[in-house]
């Protein structure tokens, strides 16, 4: 089954505690890309990546780091969390064009308190 | 910049009577439009798309025409059911030298028995 999987599903954590969000296509697909959805905003983009390697900013990227060393894994960093963090976070992947739809994992929670 | 605006939520419906979710975009060029749907607890999945001028993308009864003149892209169903309620998002894609999806702030919707 095609999908996006994200992990974990739901994320308490304390300010200061570098944490990992992981986040694995089997779709083949270069495009991968981090969203967080806030409470009437939608969704923002943190960080984004065309291909293996290449990775770019979003809108959101203060406090994230990300990396891209396969073309199926597209991992989140928070090396020092914050309480402003604290959102709902997607993954989500596509092919390379602006006309393909993204593919969505479920989504992880995080608190940061 | 690019940006999508949706009408404010939450919409309360009861079932079979008919919805429109109004989205208007602002953006260069010629974007390709979409609307995602997601279910509680899910990740956000595609509902339809356009992706020129005059098109109009349709699943699962529901329908958004793409008007160039009005910068518009409206949902529309003619009967809805209890299992539509979700969360309704309008976004835009398009070649900005990578590409970019810019999403609106999405639309509860509430179908009542």
């Known amino acids: 089954e095609a999908q996006v999987t994200q992990n974990p599903r739901y994320l308490i954590t304390v300010t200061g505690k570098k944490l990992t969000v992981t986040c694995s296509q089997n779709?083949?697909?270069?495009?991968m890309s981090w969203y967080r959805q806030d409470p009437g905003l939608g969704l923002r983009q943190i960080y984004y990546s065309m291909n293996v390697e290449v990775t770019d900013k979003g809108d959101v990227p203060e406090g994230y780091k990300v990396s891209r060393k396969e073309k199926r894994n597209f991992p989140l960093i928070l090396e020092s969390p914050s309480p402003n963090q604290t959102s709902l976070y997607f993954c989500?992947?596509?092919?390379?064009?602006?006309?393909?739809?993204?593919?969505f994992g479920n989504g992880t929670r995080l608190t940061v308190t | 910049g690019d940006s999508v605006t949706q009408m404010e939520g939450p919409v309360t419906l009861s079932e079979e009577a008919f919805l429109t979710i109004n989205c208007t975009y602002t953006?260069?060029?010629?974007?390709?439009l979409f609307w995602y749907v997601q279910y509680p607890g899910e990740g956000l999945q595609l509902l339809l798309k356009?992706?020129?001028?005059?098109d109009k993308g349709s699943n699962k009864g529901f329908e958004a025409t793409y008007r160039k003149e009005t910068t518009s892209f409206h949902l529309e169903k003619g009967s809805v059911q209890v299992s539509d309620s979700a969360v309704y998002f309008c976004a835009l894609s398009r070649n900005t030298g990578g590409f970019k999806t810019i999403f609106g702030a999405g639309t509860r919707l509430f179908v009542k028995a």
């Open positions: 989500a992947s596509s092919l390379v064009g602006f006309n393909s739809p993204l593919h």
């Open positions: 779709m083949n697909h270069e495009y």
């Open positions: 953006a260069t060029g010629y974007p390709s």
């Open positions: 356009a992706t020129k001028a005059d």
